[in-house]
């Protein structure tokens, strides 16, 4: 009978005996994170342009339809567009 071999993955754990530096850690940190981002968990913010921006200022308040278009949502970990 052929062992099935389980797929590896990989582990964040570590091992008791070893303690993590700080730069260990950070980037420990910073690969979870972008391990979010890569299931579709992203952080997203919305930018505006500065088009947006002067036309919301001078043709108030009319402006502010043109700010809405000007704008674009960004996953501010992994810099990708969200929509």
């Known amino acids: 009978m052929p062992s099935q071999v389980a797929p590896s993955q990989p582990s964040f754990a570590h ?3 070893h303690t993590l ?6 980037e420990l940190y910073r690969q ?4 979010q981002c890569a299931d579709g968990k992203h952080d997203p913010t ?3 342009g500065l088009c947006g ?4 200022i001078f043709c ?3 402006g502010l339809i043109c700010l809405c278009i000007d704008s674009e949502r960004r996953c501010s970990r992994c810099g990708v567009v969200v929509q």
């Open 46 to 48: 919305r930018k505006y």
């Open 21 to 26: 530096s700080g730069l260990e850690r950070g």
């Open 15 to 17: 091992s008791t005996n």
């Open 53 to 56: 921006i002067i036309t919301a």
């Open 60 to 62: 108030f308040p009319f």
């Open 32 to 35: 979870e994170l972008f391990a």
